[in-house]
């Protein structure tokens, strides 16, 4: 379990560079390199076969072009053919509550007048207190695949709290969609109230 999962991470430090370099090549033809996957694998991975320009809130004020899809699948998501590789498909019972879903840092966004939560785009205008959920959580599961038998052990860990004048967001392990994750998010400690504001997420 932890040895497949340290195997994978260093595999993408080694794909990082690689997808950087090699997808301004592979973004002229990549309907050719879908076509041809098989033949065309050491290009075909650094493809974003789900978006080649990314999602509608990377899109906004953006133009479909070659910059904008080297931003989304170069570096956002880079070499994201690749990840999906190794994305187990597993049945994950509603009443489990992976870690990385629950343990964040919240802010409040005044400028699209929404929440937005820190865990996963780690910006905002000001930080609420009241309706982050701190600490540390380490947890171990099996669970079955879907569509075929056996289980596969898997591991979560996260961690979102305040560190000197740091605040720190961690994800290590699995999420509950069955990705392998790194997530390492630092910064500096504003100590803003936001209680005033309703939190939809909280009704």
């Excluded at 076969?49 to 956002?76: I, M, Q, V």
């Excluded at 695949?145 to 591991?155: A, C, E, L, N, T």
């Excluded at 996260?158 to 990705?179: T, V, Y």
Aim: glycine residues 6%; aromatic residues 20%.
């Amino acid at each position: 379990m932890y040895l497949s999962y340290v195997l994978y991470m260093l595999s993408k430090l080694v794909m990082f560079p690689y997808g950087m370099i090699v997808y301004p090549l592979a973004f002229p033809f990549r309907g050719i390199i879908r076509k041809n996957k098989k033949l065309l694998f050491f290009l075909w991975v650094v493809l974003d076969d789900e978006e080649d320009f990314g999602e509608e809130f990377f899109l906004r004020n953006k133009k479909k072009n070659f910059w904008t899809s080297y931003a989304w699948a170069a570096l956002r998501n880079n070499c994201w053919n690749y990840h999906r590789l190794f994305v187990y498909d597993l049945v994950v019972p509603k009443r489990a509550v992976f870690p990385s879903m629950r343990l964040k840092w919240r802010y409040w966004h005044d400028r699209t007048d929404r929440w937005i939560e820190g865990w996963t785009v780690n910006q905002g205008d000001s930080l609420s207190e009241k309706y982050s959920t701190v600490g540390v959580e380490y947890l171990v599961m099996r669970l079955p695949y879907r569509g075929k038998s056996g289980m596969k052990k898997i591991f979560t860990y996260s961690f979102a709290g305040k560190k000197g004048i740091f605040l720190l967001n961690i994800k290590l392990g699995f999420n509950d969609k069955g990705e392998q994750l790194f997530d390492f998010k630092v910064k500096l400690y504003k100590k803003e109230y936001t209680e005033h504001w309703e939190n939809p997420l909280h009704k």
